[in-house]
């Protein structure tokens, strides 16, 4: 079988941009994260340094981000649920549509796993 050397010289020259974006791509979210800790770090200082009240503001500024990132874990879990469960109910609607077996009860699985997100989402999540 003869090489189509157009096309092999065209998947080689994408397989090298594809990984050449991917390593450009991680550094520089590396170096976001790098940035980001700098400067959260260099404001508790600031803070630390400053004379507060009863409350040390550098804790209540911490116990602050700590509710606003469990707020955020929460709120995606119960997208992800809600996600799956239309997903499973889109499912199950198609494969009852086209194919006309029980083969549509497959829907059921992302069903209950967006069920099962739910439900932990509202019942377990911790109190504010």
Request: glycine content about 6%.
């Given at each position: 079988m003869p090489v189509n050397f157009p096309m092999a010289f065209f998947l080689g020259i994408g397989a090298i941009s594809l990984f050449?974006?991917?390593s450009v791509a991680t550094w520089a979210g590396t170096r976001q994260q790098e940035r980001e800790a700098f400067?959260?770090?260099e404001t508790l200082k600031k803070i630390a340094e400053t004379q507060g009240g009863a409350t040390n503001p550098a804790v209540e500024y911490l116990r602050e981000k700590?509710?606003?990132a469990r707020a955020k874990r929460t709120?995606?879990?119960k997208l992800g649920g809600l996600v799956n469960v239309g997903v499973g109910a889109a499912l199950m609607i198609f494969l009852a549509a086209f194919i006309?077996?029980?083969l549509y009860l497959v829907g059921l699985i992302p069903f209950f796993v967006g069920l099962a997100l739910l439900?932990?989402?509202f019942m377990f999540a911790p109190e504010e």
């Open positions: 050449t974006f991917l400067y959260e770090s700590e509710k606003i709120y995606g879990i006309h077996h029980n439900a932990s989402a």
